[in-house]
């Protein structure tokens, strides 16, 4: 466990406070304990939200089956060709 070293502070109002300090006591822990627990949980939680992008079902079913239709490249198909041919030319 890394050692804790940094400090920080939070105002709050006598009820928040009471309310804090009895949930500390219910869960057996100091109220640091408490709310330092539930501060990294809701930041888990917020940095989950922020990073992750959900789609219904059937919209992510759609984009897989799209990226498993191949368009036609025809430009990319005479680039690769070209490049094959360019290097049996070099080899010989």
Same mark, same amino acid.
């Given at each position: 466990m890394a050692?804790?070293?940094?400090?920080?502070?939070?105002?709050?109002?006598?009820?928040e406070?009471?309310?804090?300090?009895?949930? *500390?006591?219910?869960?057996? !822990?100091? $109220?640091?304990?408490?709310?330092?627990?539930? &501060?990294?949980d809701?930041? %888990?939680?917020?940095?989950?939200e922020?990073t992750?992008?959900t789609v219904?079902a059937?919209?992510f079913? *759609?984009?897989?089956?799209? !990226?498993? $239709?191949?368009?036609?490249?025809?430009?990319? &198909?005479?680039a690769?060709? %070209?490049?094959?041919?360019?290097?049996?030319?070099?080899s010989?």
């Amino acid at each position: 466990m890394a050692v804790k070293t940094d400090r920080m502070e939070a105002r709050v109002s006598p009820e928040e406070r009471q309310q804090i300090e009895r949930a *500390a006591a219910v869960a057996g !822990l100091s $109220v640091s304990a408490f709310m330092v627990n539930a &501060a990294v949980d809701r930041a %888990d939680k917020v940095m989950a939200e922020a990073t992750t992008t959900t789609v219904p079902a059937g919209y992510f079913d *759609a984009l897989l089956e799209a !990226l498993d $239709v191949a368009e036609p490249a025809p430009r990319l &198909a005479r680039a690769a060709k %070209d490049s094959a041919r360019s290097k049996r030319i070099q080899s010989r």
